[in-house]
């Protein structure tokens, strides 16, 4: 059993990682969506907001408008996008969301946003972390002959959509079915001690290594890293990091292409 989440920013080539994806069995694909996001809102006026919290984290300002339209995207186009593409690859996927039958279910956050050195509590964003999994239903598509193909958002407590990390919500994926491994794709090779030379790899980290780890995470990569020693606390083997713009991406990272954290 293998968990694969591949990103949504730009560079990352689909059909590169689903024609990949169809050479493995037992495979859950989790994605994201956040270049078509982007590009949507801007489209409908609504220009994307990112915001720091007093933890330090990057997240997008999730207030109902925007949920409304991650929804759109990430459960309409990319899903369904995806979907299409591995049904004509002769795989019968399917396509769900975070709430479709209680699937990923966590507890919507007060944010607390550092705005201009002040920090603000934001009362009407939608945004939390997944804490469970509907591992039986999983169990149910997996085991007819069914590839799920899953997206945020989850469900909170309170039975409202809200968004989660993609990166971090794969992890708690992975470790509620005992993957064997946990593999992120994005459109860099792996984690970089310098963002901007690809030469920089990291090859492996350890959990005796980590903080080192964490001082070069940058942005998003923060919330990458995080998660892999979520899953690895969750028993999943091993989590990878790896690059989504090559051919064989996810075969190329099994055999040790990218960050190899365990």
């Not at 990390?165 to 064997?180: C, F, N, P, T, Y």
């Amino acid at each position: 059993m293998i968990v694969v989440k591949v990103g949504g920013a730009s560079g990352i080539n689909y059909d590169h990682v689903l024609e990949d994806l169809v050479n493995y069995k037992d495979v859950v694909l989790v994605h994201g969506g956040s270049d078509e996001l982007n590009k949507i809102s801007l489209k409908l006026g609504k220009p994307p907001k990112m915001i720091t919290s007093a933890s330090g984290h990057i997240s997008r300002r999730t207030d109902k408008e925007t949920l409304e339209i991650f929804n759109m995207v990430y459960c309409g186009k990319m899903n369904k996008m995806i979907v299409e593409k591995l049904q004509k690859l002769g795989v019968n996927a399917i396509g769900l969301s975070g709430i479709d039958g209680k699937l990923l279910i966590g507890k919507r956050k007060n944010i607390v946003m550092v705005e201009e050195g002040n920090k603000k509590v934001l009362r009407d964003d939608y945004t939390g972390k997944v804490e469970d999994v509907n591992v039986n239903l999983l169990k149910l598509l997996l085991n007819n002959g069914y590839l799920p193909v899953l997206t945020p958002p989850a469900l909170s407590y309170e039975h409202e959509a809200i968004n989660v990390d993609g990166d971090r919500a794969s992890a708690v994926i992975a470790g509620a079915l005992k993957a064997e491994a946990l593999i992120i794709l994005s459109n860099v090779p792996g984690l970089l001690m310098d963002v901007n030379d690809d030469d920089s790899l990291i090859k492996e980290i350890t959990k005796e290594n980590s903080e080192q780890a964490m001082s070069f995470a940058q942005g998003r990569m923060k919330k990458k890293v995080l998660g892999a020693f979520e899953a690895l606390e969750n028993g999943v083997n091993k989590v990878i990091f790896s690059d989504a713009r090559i051919d064989e991406p996810i075969t190329k990272a099994l055999q040790g292409w990218g960050t190899v954290i365990h």
